[in-house]
Nanobody
Framework: VQLQASGGGLVQAGGSLRLSCAAS????????MGWYRQAPGKQRELVAD??????NYANSVRGRFTISRDPAKNTVFLQMNSLKPEDTAVHYC?????????WGQGTQVTVSS
């Protein structure tokens, strides 16, 4: 499975960004897709993931971020609204099968105050 992420950038606090991650290769074996993030000096943390239609969010983003998946395009999206400076981090796409986990290249999200 290969993951190609896009959509990061620089935005002012209160703004919005939309991340996309397209899966290729053995994408039919994917069970879970999600987004993680890692801020400087901090551990990588789960932002949100989706299993079929069931979604899971970190408390810090619930109500502001929405994860969705287009199975036909093997793509997962993360709509990020009401962004805060503390959302600044490298965001990583993740896909999990029954036996393996895959990571996309990180995409930087920077929120200025």
């Amino acid at each position: 499975v290969q993951l190609q992420a896009s959509g990061g950038g620089l935005v002012q606090a209160g703004g919005s960004l939309r991340l996309s991650c397209a899966a290729s290769g053995s994408s039919l074996s994917i069970i879970v897709m999600g987004w993680y993030r890692q801020a400087p000096g901090k551990q990588r943390e789960l932002v949100a993931d989706i299993v079929r239609g069931d979604t899971n969010y970190a408390n810090s983003v619930r109500g502001r971020f929405t994860i969705s998946r287009d199975p036909a395009k093997n793509t997962v999206f993360l709509q990020m609204n009401s962004l805060k400076p503390e959302d600044t981090a490298v965001h990583y796409c993740n896909a999990r099968t029954r036996t393996d986990a895959y990571w996309g290249q990180g995409t930087q999200v920077t929120v200025s105050s």
